[in-house]
């Protein structure tokens, strides 16, 4: 008696759910751009109230100040993520089955990073002024680049550890120092006084955007 082989079950639910995923992260990030670029008041209002209460704070605590100084100037720095993500394409290139995933991962963050511009250009929102600033920065507020650089380096390397098979242990170690590292920036840049609240989750949100739609890429493309 002859069984009929049993097919893999479709990937059609995961693709699904990637696709609602990107759905609900492109409109929320299309309404916080609206948002801001329309100076809606009560947004300003919420914005304005946070960063005078953290700007406080950071005049107040020179020590955490300083400490939230070093991280986002050195180690959470946007060059620093695109250097990690470098060091990353060179060794998928070395491997002949990983070169397509290597050029995938350049372009993805190239692409991340000509969109944040973009938006900055295209926004174009003064940052806050302090007459006792604790730090400075350059350019347009929104989106926050150094937010949206660490979610998108973040989480690609942290989908192609899962993609690869990391070890269990490997891969909650990653995930955590990818939270602590993403939520972290974000949280520095608004306690230095040099973004609006809005401007990190508007980074996070376009950064978590950039993620979903690179992984559907390469999903497509390796089936």
């Known amino acids: 008696m002859h069984t009929q082989p049993v097919e893999s079950p479709p990937r059609a639910p995961r693709r699904r759910a990637a696709v609602r995923s990107a759905w609900a992260l492109a409109l929320g990030s299309g309404l916080l751009l ?31 100040t300083q400490a ?3 991280l ?34 350049a372009v993805t963050c190239a692409l991340g990073t000509l969109l944040q511009q973009g938006l900055k250009a295209a926004v174009d929102r003064p ?3 302090w007459p006792d600033p604790v730090d400075t920065a350059h350019y347009a507020a929104f989106p926050s680049g150094h937010a949206m650089t660490a979610a998108v380096v973040c989480g690609l390397l942290l989908w192609l550890l899962h ?9 909650r170690a990653a995930l955590a ?32 955007l950039v993620v979903t739609l690179a992984v559907l890429v390469h999903r497509r493309r390796r089936a």
């Open 177 to 208: 120092v990818a939270a602590v590292s993403v939520a972290g920036v974000g949280l520095t840049r608004v306690w230095l006084g040099v973004h609006w609240p809005s401007d990190v989750v508007g980074g996070w949100l376009l950064g978590a």
């Open 68 to 70: 939230c100084r070093i």
């Open 163 to 171: 993609h690869y098979g990391a070890g269990r242990a490997v891969f």
């Open 34 to 64: 609206v948002l801001v670029a329309a100076e809606w008041r009560p947004l300003l209002a919420l914005d304005g109230g946070i960063s005078r209460t953290t700007h406080r704070w950071a005049v107040g605590e020179r020590g955490v």
């Open 127 to 129: 940052r806050p002024v």
């Open 72 to 105: 986002t100037d050195w180690v959470w720095d946007p060059w620093t993520m695109r250097l990690l993500c470098a060091g990353v394409v060179l060794w998928l290139a070395r491997r002949p089955a990983a070169r397509w995933t290597a050029g995938w991962l």
